[in-house]
């Protein structure tokens, strides 16, 4: 298996000091995935979660969304060769395949993707592509008829602003090899309590939040219609994509969400919610799941409109 981290050298200049010095940083490698057998995308990501992340990549794209649809997932033979003349398998090829009578989705050259770690699957989708394909749609939430927009599985409550601008911190906290790197993005599932349910981090905003999908899928979690995904960057279209197509009713961002982002949410009935700090947020789409009232109204403590 691939390192999460690698120590390379450095030099450091503090206050007119100049040191020579290891330097730890986060691993980064390309991910071929295969659907039977067949090349499909090449990812850049950070080493680890490689089955999950191949998962939540086709919830992603569609092809699964229940975990008996989903035969295993392989390492395929990626031999690379050592400065010693031996080899070594690289694990960065796998192999998902399908259960029978899953349908397999045409595979051409021009369906074949190269996604980077900063962008995704850039241009792939339109909003009607997405809002089509979705298994279980979020809906609009009070006028969907169960009030929770989640399409599937009960109701979800109004999200307090205090329970929202508490999750960064706690996201932050529970970064683990960021804290050695400073060089992670970070994804995250929340209650819509606030109780952090998992966490997984990658070179790739996109890649942490397949993994976060994959591993989902493979409980039978799906769809993800009573939680709140959290990402530390921002919210861009392929972010609200994965988020729509695992049934997640809430997409938060750190950071600013992009205009594609905002106009597939609204489509969708997404809440999506951006420039999440502190105390501040932007709520762009589905301002329904978010307590937002008047001052000193009922169910709204806190809350004003200016």
């Known amino acids: 298996m691939g ?3 690698e120590r390379r050298r450095v030099v450091r200049l503090r206050d007119g000091v100049v040191s020579e010095r290891p330097d730890t940083l986060v691993a980064e490698e390309p991910l071929e995935i295969r659907l039977n057998g067949k090349p499909l995308a090449i990812t850049m990501r950070t080493p680890g979660d490689d089955f999950a992340l191949a998962a939540g990549f086709l919830v992603s794209e569609g ?3 229940r975990p008996e649809e989903l035969a295993n997932i392989v390492y395929c033979a990626g ?12 694990y ?4 998902v395949r399908l259960a029978p009578g899953v349908p397999i989705p045409d595979i051409t050259l021009e369906r074949n993707v190269y996604t ?8 792939k989708a339109s909003l009607d592509a997405v809002r089509t394909t979705a298994r279980w749609p979020i809906g609009g939430g009070h006028e969907d008829g169960d009030g929770d927009g989640s399409g599937e599985g009960g109701g979800f409550p109004p999200l307090e602003p ?5 999750l960064p911190d706690r996201l932050r906290a529970a970064q683990r090899v960021f804290d050695r790197t400073g060089g992670l993005h970070a994804a995250a599932l929340f209650s819509p309590e606030g109780e952090l349910l998992d966490l997984r981090e990658d070179v790739g905003r996109h890649n942490a939040v397949d993994k976060l999908v994959g591993r989902a899928l493979t409980r039978g979690d799906l769809p993800l219609s009573r939680t709140v995904l959290l990402v530390s960057g921002r919210a861009s279209f392929e972010l609200a994509q994965k988020a729509v197509m695992a049934g997640v009713p809430v997409l938060a961002a750190v950071s600013a969400p992009s205009s594609l982002a905002v106009d597939l949410a609204a ?8 420039f999440l700090r502190g105390a501040s947020m932007n709520v762009y789409a ?14 709204a403590p806190g809350a004003r409109r200016a």
């Open 3 to 5: 390192r999460v981290t």
């Open 63 to 65: 092809v699964l969304g």
């Open 79 to 90: 031999a690379t060769e050592q400065a010693d003349g031996t080899t070594r398998n690289s």
């Open 92 to 95: 960065n090829v796998v192999d």
């Open 116 to 123: 980077t770690s900063s962008c995704g699957l850039c241009g």
């Open 162 to 166: 205090e329970v929202l601008a508490a």
């Open 267 to 274: 489509e969708t009935g997404l809440t999506l919610v951006g």
């Open 286 to 299: 589905g301002e329904h799941r978010v307590a937002l009232g008047v001052s000193g109204a009922p169910g």
